[in-house]
Structures are given as C-alpha cells and as structure tokens.
C-alpha cells in the first residue's frame, strides 16, 4: 500500500474524497469560512461552494501560507485536512469551547470519510504531517475542536487526539477544545 500526504493546493482540492455519509466533501464545505453564508448543503448548488471554497483558500494562502493536507492511498483521495489561525475560521467563535487561542492554529476539519481507509493510522499520519509543518513554522500550539461520541464525522473524536498526545483545553458537553503545545 502506497501512502503520501501531500499540501491541499486549489487544485488538488477538487479531489477531496467524497463523504458516504452526505451528499458532498469537504470541497463543498464552508461551515467554517463563512458561517453568515453556510445553509444546508444539500439545498445550495455544489458549485457555488466550491467557489467560495476556493476564493477562501486562495485568500487564506495569501495571508497564512499553507492550510491543509490531503492523503492519497495507492493513488487515491482517502483524507482531507484543513487548518488556519483562528480568526480565518469565523466559526470557531460559535463553539462553547471556544473560541480558540490566539497562539495557534485550529484544524478545522480532520477526516477519513470512507470505512475502508479507516483503522488504518492514516488520520495519524495526516496529523502528523500538519504538526511537522506548524513546528517548522514555529507555530506555538495547534487546536481543534473534537467531538465526544460519534466517529464518522469531520470533527475526528477525542479518543483520536488524546491518543495524538493532544490534551482537553476547554471541556465542553459535546465540542472540547483540544490543544497540543508544540
């Protein structure tokens, strides 16, 4: 089995893997850039999404440099990550939890979508990657927002990042803030 991370490009991102679960992927998604705007999905046309997903991204590089990985097995899209400061990802205020620190960098989406690709230490390696790219950018710390329950979700579970050495920063019911010193 081949695996490579590699940096989610504008290009690449069209490719993000599809999520069985909904009618869409993470290339649709705008949960987190532009909550003002974000409706259901299901009900908004994909390419709209897209679009905005891609002006985001375009920005976001400008203003961070790099924000997020993909992870392809045997050529494949099987994970999608995403990350920025927190003040790129609006959202984040939203959490109870929140909102993050303004040391560091919020993964706003971690995800395995498909059960084939799951158990396989591939959400570790994604995280891995992302962690080796803040260190060298002297990032102080990385947080994220994980959920406690449910797995098949883009907000991977707590177990998953405790088990990543991260450690819960603020508790919350449902969305703890997690945080690893890096």
Excluded at 10 to 28: D, L, Q, T
Excluded at 29 to 46: A, G, L, N, T
Excluded at 59 to 69: A, I, L, P, R, V
Aim: aromatic share 12%; charged share 30%; proline share 7%.
């Amino acid at each position: 089995m081949k695996i490579e991370v590699v940096n989610l490009t504008e290009e690449n991102s069209r490719g993000a893997p599809e999520w069985e679960s909904r009618p869409f992927s993470c290339k649709h998604c705008i949960y987190w850039e532009f909550p003002e705007e974000y409706i259901d999905p299901v009900m908004e046309r994909k390419e709209d999404m897209i679009q905005k997903k891609l002006k985001w991204l375009r920005s976001t590089y400008q203003d961070f440099g790099n924000y997020g990985k993909m992870i392809y097995v045997n050529g494949k899209p099987a994970g999608y990550a995403q990350y920025a400061p927190p003040g790129l990802l609006p959202r984040s205020a939203d959490y109870h939890s929140g909102p993050s620190s303004d040391d560091a960098v919020l993964i706003s989406c971690l995800f395995i979508p498909h059960q084939d690709f799951r158990g396989l230490g591939l959400g570790s390696r994604l995280l891995q990657s992302i962690i080796n790219d803040l260190r060298k950018r002297e990032t102080k710390a990385v947080e994220t927002f994980a959920r406690k329950g449910k797995s098949n979700n883009p907000s991977e579970p707590v177990e998953f990042y405790l088990k990543n050495r991260f450690r819960i920063y603020k508790d919350d019911i449902e969305f703890p803030l997690m945080r690893l010193d890096l």
